[in-house]
Nanobody
Framework: QVQLVQSGGGLVQAGGSLRLSCAVS????????MGWFRQAPGKEREFVAS????????VYADSVKGRFTISRDNAKNTVALQMNSLKPEDTAVYYC?????????????????WGQGTQVTVSS
């Protein structure tokens, strides 16, 4: 496992942008695929985006495709989620996660390390 510390998030109006970051420590960051998930009040945790560990390939939930961008910097051991054109339905606690595999994954059970969570609130 690795340790994940999140930053960013906050309150923004609809149509605005936010950037979430996740700093990773522990084992070799470049050996991990990374993902972002979110959980809204009263709802189950859902997949947002994932990125493979090298020659990065990405996958997104349909609900965020074209608005969110996941990226990673293996030299700095960080992964980021740039969120544009935010909507009120994007309001949730966002979690970064790591899985010790090459390929990206949209399955929460594949991830064995999780960040502490960051609140994102989008007002209408």
């Amino acid at each position: 496992q690795v340790q994940l510390v999140q930053s960013g998030g906050g309150l923004v109006q609809a149509g605005g942008s936010l950037r979430l970051s996740c700093a990773v420590s522990g084992r070799t960051f470049s050996s991990y695929a990374m993902g972002w998930f979110r959980q809204a009040p009263g709802k189950e945790r859902e997949f947002v985006a994932s990125i493979s560990w090298s020659s990065p390939r990405t996958v997104y939930a349909d609900s965020v495709k074209g608005r969110f961008t996941i990226s990673r910097d293996n030299a700095k051991n960080t992964v980021a989620l740039q969120m544009n054109s935010l909507k009120p339905e994007d309001t949730a606690v966002y979690y970064c996660a790591a899985t010790p595999t090459f390929a990206y994954s949209n399955l929460a059970e594949k991830y064995d390390s999780w960040g502490q969570g960051t609140q994102v609130t989008v007002s209408s």
